[in-house]
């Protein structure tokens, strides 16, 4: 097969030539890497990847071809796609189609044959960049000077440009037992599925919903979703979060939800030197112990109170790879918080627990389809924490039911000791 020929041109002028892979053109965004060797169609189709160029590390993608049943959204939202060597024939079962035919009817730009390895190593040294992929440019100076001109991804405000128009429902499987309201930030289809499977229906809403549309749901718990963009950037759901918070709402958060709610709590983020991405991050759950080998996707973290980082996610002040957060509670508005989970290949907050208050978030994906599923139980722990504040509740209804009846019978009684 005969295909043009392609350029890629990062920010700092470094140039790769390659050969027009899915739509023929020319597309610009972040340039980040994605280590995972499968999951290749969820990653695509995935919303917190809007304005990312994703740089496959496997070298062969395309071989299981692309199906109905794996998409994460309703699209890809790459916004352009670097791979070494594209798969020549899909082959699967469930393929309904091939990878390319798929890029190129969703005119998604991208581009093959290049050392993709020679271009993560300069990402991982370089850091994330802006970076432009062209199949009609033949001149990359020319495409340089464009690529200096879009935008970063800093300062990028981008949920409203993934969340849902109007919302919808998740029926819970088999017997219902809670109602989440889901703030839809970018959210992947598998969100609601693991809730789901654990008897809750899910009300998936807008962004820019209100509190009050919240409650409207019925929910007994508010999930934040995964999402693309700088977190520094959400003041409404971080406005929100807070007020879910002062009502002691049960309150989950993943990725960018997380975020939203480490800045609720008063804790700032910043952006890592390129990154997680893959499906194969080593994780420290803190109150197990455990280890588990998890999904990512994120260019942002929580910055833990005298641990900031300003450059990279392996430059830690004071502490190599892989040591630990120290055992610490921060007080805040809401209360105690601690860190629940740390990256062990770089130290970063991959996890906060509120301690006076039901919430808790993780940085990375439990919800991972395509896997690993080691950090599914997370979906257990939010079940519990709802069921939790439930009883809770009842309890509390419970000892003021027994009040009112205790102060009638004390009214009563001396009502009858005045009439004697």
């Not at 300069?122 to 200096?148: F, K």
Request: net charge negative; aromatic share 6%; glycine share 12%.
């Amino acid at each position: 097969m005969k295909r043009r020929p392609a350029i890629l041109v990062l920010e700092d002028g470094r140039t790769f030539h390659g050969e027009a892979y899915g739509s023929v053109g020319e597309t610009f965004g972040e340039a980040v890497f994605n280590t995972g060797m499968t999951g290749y169609q969820e990653t695509l189709t995935d919303p917190s990847y809007h304005r990312q160029v994703v740089v496959q590390t496997a070298p062969h993608i395309g071989n299981t071809g692309v199906n109905g049943e794996d998409d994460e959204s309703s699209r890809i939202w790459v916004a352009g796609y670097v791979v070494r060597d594209p798969a020549r024939i899909g082959s699967n079962w469930r393929a309904s189609g091939g990878l390319e035919d798929r890029l190129a009817a969703e005119g998604v730009v991208g581009i093959a044959g290049v050392d993709t390895r020679a271009l993560t190593r300069h990402l991982r040294e370089r850091g994330a960049m802006r970076v432009g992929i062209s199949s009609v440019e033949e001149d990359p100076r020319a495409l340089l000077a464009r690529v200096r001109q879009a935008p970063e991804m800093v300062g990028a405000d981008l949920s409203a440009e993934v969340t849902t128009a109007e919302r919808y429902v998740v029926q819970a499987e088999g017997e219902h037992r809670f109602t989440v309201a889901a703030l839809d930030l970018g959210i992947k289809r598998n969100v609601p599925r693991r809730l789901a499977a654990r008897g809750v229906t899910t009300h998936v809403l807008p962004a820019a919903s209100t509190i009050d549309e919240l409650l409207a749901t019925g929910a007994d718990a508010v999930f934040f979703s995964p999402g693309p963009g700088d977190p520094a950037t959400a003041d409404g759901p971080v406005a929100l979060a807070r007020e879910v918070l002062s009502r002691r709402i049960p309150l989950f958060g993943i990725c960018f939800g997380s975020q939203i709610l480490g800045r609720a709590l008063g804790f700032g983020t910043y952006k890592l030197g390129y990154g997680h991405r893959g499906i194969n991050q080593p994780v420290l759950d803190r109150s197990t112990g455990k280890v588990e080998v998890t999904s990512h996707n994120h260019g942002f973290a929580v910055a833990w109170p005298g641990r900031e980082q300003e450059l990279s996610a392996v430059q830690v002040p004071g502490a190599g790879p892989g040591a630990v957060v120290p055992d610490q509670v921060i007080d805040t508005e809401f209360g105690g918080v601690e860190v629940s989970h740390v990256c062990l290949n770089d130290n970063v907050v991959e996890g906060l627990r509120a301690k006076d208050v039901p919430a808790f978030t993780v940085q990375y994906h439990p919800e991972a389809a395509a896997g690993p599923h080691d950090a599914d139980y997370l979906f257990d722990r939010f079940a519990e924490l709802i069921e939790g504040r439930a009883l809770d509740r009842r309890r509390s209804e419970g000892r003021a039911l027994d009040r009112r009846r205790s102060e009638g019978r004390g009214l009563y009684s001396n009502h009858s000791e005045g009439g004697n």
